[in-house]
């Protein structure tokens, strides 16, 4: 039976008066027991700064762990059923995986914890990573930075930026593919290192914001660098690397990896980037040229769509409504330019160009109506509303600290951003 159904009168009403007895100041950060005492609070994990290793995460979560096949889920009672609906907010991964319990909640429970899961303020945050060279091969490594790899945020009231989380020693920074889904930061490929050699990784792992761990999620089917690693409609697509055409796709509920149909033979021999919008998936890459592909996953079907006039490599592209918006750096002349592709009538426009002396490369984000263009050294704002679309004036301060390239993503954190929270 569901958390909020059970013959005692009542109930319901006891459960909604445990959600407004808490106090503003500990909004979602305590537990309310049996007795509605205030418990210590265990969302977060040790200081952002410390690093992580395989042993700490295999504790705190498991080798990625499968679907919860126990028949005793917990018994969900008047006094446990806030400490439960919290307990699945903070773990959502782990409930989704267990039709023991996922399996008897209606589909206005399921969305209420996924809410729930999903409320809070919402932040920029960037991971650094290290570029593959187009020079490089899997058999020729080269020497790299051993310090721990970062991620940052930035304050929504003070602009600056702060320490996150850092990435466990066993994450591949080197080109793996980031993204998010579900308010987890998953990490997926990259290029690893195996008997003194570099080699691809299949490994997948991801980051839990309500908690501050890191944990293993099942591996993919095959090792790949240089991919690209978008979430649509609640799934992972893990999309082409270097020399790949194949797709995989990932279901959290299943804890499942499968194969779609590949990239068209000869399309590219790495994307460039990926972006989901409407429904389908948009991966852009050539050498020659520039194409765009578009896949279907009701038909599970790649197809053309119409190329830009732009022969340049572009720096970044992003999704917003019906829109894909692609950044340009133009160092000829000193700007960045932007490009706009309607998925609807399957039409290019031009964008606008924002003066920028000695462009440096960056990735970009979407948060709200604003998409954020974010280097070491600024983070330019571009604003898409209905009613106004271009760049603002104000320049934002790129993490300066931070360390090779950096690729931004949006995380939701749990009330109120303070130093504490971010164990500073």
């Known amino acids: 039976q569901s958390h909020c159904s059970t013959k005692q009168p009542g109930f319901r009403s006891a459960c909604r008066a445990k959600r407004r007895r808490k106090s503003p100041a500990v909004s979602g950060r305590l537990c309310v027991r049996r007795h509605g005492e205030p418990q210590p609070d265990r969302r977060r994990g040790s200081p952002a700064a410390a690093p992580v290793t395989m042993d700490q995460m295999a504790a705190d979560e498991g080798k990625h762990p499968g679907p919860d096949r126990s028949d005793n889920p917990p018994q969900i009672t008047v006094e446990n059923c806030y400490e439960l609906l919290e307990e699945a907010n903070d773990h959502y991964l782990k409930v989704l995986r267990s039709p023991a319990v996922f399996g008897r909640l209606t589909a206005a429970e399921r969305e209420l914890i996924l809410a729930r899961r999903m409320e809070g303020r919402k932040v920029l945050a960037v991971a650094e990573t290290c570029e593959v060279l187009d020079s490089s091969r899997p058999q020729s490594p080269q020497r790299e930075d051993p310090a721990p790899r970062r991620v940052f945020c930035l304050h929504p009231d003070s602009q600056r930026w ?89 279901d959290p509920r299943a804890d499942r990896w499968a194969h779609v149909a590949p990239l068209p033979k000869g399309s590219f021999a790495v994307a460039h980037e990926a972006v989901s919008c409407g429904g389908a998936l948009f991966v852009s890459g050539g050498s020659l040229f520039y194409r765009l592909l578009r896949y279907d996953s009701r038909r599970d079907e790649w197809e053309e769509c119409p190329f830009n006039e732009s022969r340049r490599r572009s720096a970044d592209m992003v999704a917003h409504r019906s829109l894909i918006y692609r950044f340009d750096v133009e160092r000829e002349r000193a700007a960045v330019s932007v490009y706009r592709y309607n998925t609807l009538v399957k039409v290019w426009l031009g964008g606008a160009r924002f003066p920028l002396d000695n462009p440096q490369p960056f990735r970009c984000a979407v948060l709200g109506d604003r998409i954020y263009c974010v280097s070491r050294g600024h983070a330019l704002q571009f604003e898409v509303r209905e009613e106004r679309e271009g760049f603002l004036s104000e320049v934002l301060p790129g993490p300066a600290e931070a360390r090779g390239s950096l690729v931004p993503f949006v995380l939701s954190t749990f009330g109120p951003i303070r130093e504490k929270d971010l164990g500073l």
């Open 162 to 250: 702060e320490l996150l989380t850092v990435l466990p020693e066993e994450v591949p920074a080197k080109g793996s593919g980031m993204c998010t889904l579900y308010n987890y930061l998953f990490v997926a490929g990259g290029m690893g290192t195996q008997d003194g050699r570099s080699t691809a990784s299949d490994r997948v792992f991801c980051f839990n914001p309500r908690t501050g761990h890191w944990s293993r999620v099942r591996p993919l089917t095959q090792p790949r660098c240089q991919l690209r690693l978008v979430s649509m409609d609640g799934h992972l697509y893990a999309i082409g690397g270097e020399c790949l055409f194949t797709v995989e796709r990932y």
